[in-house]
T-cell receptor, first 117, second 113 residues
């Protein structure tokens, strides 16, 4: 099966500019996640979707970050305006739902490396 | 949230078994232990998960102690391609039927030739 696709692979912007990342999950996966990974740290969950609804966005800096999942498939994560501390790798992951509980492991894309200068 | 503790780094000789420990003393009875690894410039890759019993797949074996307070990931014959950061994660906060994985700092495993 095709994996989780993300684009772009790399992005360099100046602070206060805006940027958007795109994710296409594995076909049929109902749950989609966006993680932020700062250099030297483990991934941190930003937002979690179940189909096209938000399940958890408690760690998302909502004053500058937004995310949507149109029609429960592709997803876009946006930052506006960007700050220097937003420099990180943004990872998208998806998982399947088995019955009433999510059991399938997360499948990650290779991420978008964002550098804010 | 159940938390995990892992050594920051480990070394292992190529061809030998790599044993990666993880402590999760506050784990709840219905929480699974997951292991992922991350090779440089790639996204995390699922390895294995378990609840109570030991598990084995084509990649690794997972040994969970009887009290479930710790576990060990075993790579039986480590190769240079197994050099990566290994994350031990306890699934937390099942919200609306969806799992939530909280990553720690992981163990940086280096396989030496």
């Amino acid at each position: 099966e095709a994996g989780v696709a993300q684009s772009p692979r790399y992005k360099i912007i100046e602070k206060r500019q805006s940027v958007a990342f795109w994710c296409n999950p594995i076909s049929g996966h109902a749950t989609l996640y966006w993680y932020q990974q700062i250099l030297g740290q483990g991934p941190k969950l930003l937002i979690q979707f179940q189909n096209n609804g938000v399940v958890d966005d408690s760690q998302l800096p909502k004053d500058r970050f937004s995310a949507e999942r149109l029609k429960g498939v592709d997803s876009t994560l946006k930052i506006q305006p960007a700050k220097l501390e937003d420099s990180a790798v943004y990872l998208c992951a998806s998982s399947s739902v088995w019955g009433a509980q999510v059991r399938g492991p997360l499948h990650f894309g290779n991420g978008t490396r964002l550098t804010v200068t | 949230d159940a938390k995990t503790t892992q050594p920051p780094s480990m070394d292992c000789a190529e061809g030998r078994a790599a044993n990666l420990p993880c402590n999760h003393s506050t784990i709840s009875g219905n929480e699974y232990v997951y292991w992922y690894r991350q090779i440089h410039s790639q996204g995390p890759q699922y390895i294995i998960h378990g609840l109570k019993n030991n598990e084995t797949n084509e990649m690794a074996s997972l040994i969970i102690t009887e009290d479930r307070k710790s576990s060990t990931l075993i790579l039986p014959h480590a190769t240079l391609r197994d050099t990566a950061v290994y994350y031990c994660i306890v699934r937390v906060a099942v919200v609306q039927g969806a799992q939530k994985l909280v990553f720690g700092q992981g163990t940086r495993l280096t396989i030496n030739p």
